[in-house]
């Protein structure tokens, strides 16, 4: 099982910056990708960025589309969600997902509030 740990979320006004960290440690399973998910209240988990291992392909959730980056330095272990101008609707608990060839494994979540 990975062991992930989220940090960075906090308060923002519309407009704003955050940059989420999510910090994994070693599998013994192959490790094919990292993700974010976010969920708000009463809705189902959302997907907003994938990043695969081998070639670093990403994709995004057409809502996050030129205002979020997904990134990885496998040196340190540590998955990356620059968010850029965002909108109040990002507001969510966001988590980090360790994607490998056995099972998928979650952090614990960490929330982003956007509000003026």
């Known amino acids: 099982q990975v062991q992930l740990v989220e940090s960075g979320g906090g308060s923002v006004q519309p407009g704003g910056s955050l940059r989420l960290s999510c910090e994994y440690s070693t599998t013994i399973f192959t490790l094919l990708g990292m993700a974010w998910y976010r969920q708000t209240p009463g809705k189902e988990r959302e997907m907003v960025a994938t990043?695969?291992?081998?070639?670093?392909?990403?994709t995004y959730a057409d809502s996050v589309k030129g205002r979020f980056t997904i990134s990885r330095d496998s040196a340190k272990n540590t998955a990356y969600l620059q968010m850029n101008s965002l909108k109040p609707e990002d507001t969510a608990v966001y988590y980090c997902?360790?994607?490998?060839?056995?099972?998928?494994?979650w952090g614990q979540g960490t929330q982003v509030t956007v509000s003026s």
């Open positions: 990043i695969t291992t081998t070639k670093g392909t990403t």
């Open positions: 997902v360790a994607i490998t060839n056995r099972r998928n494994d």
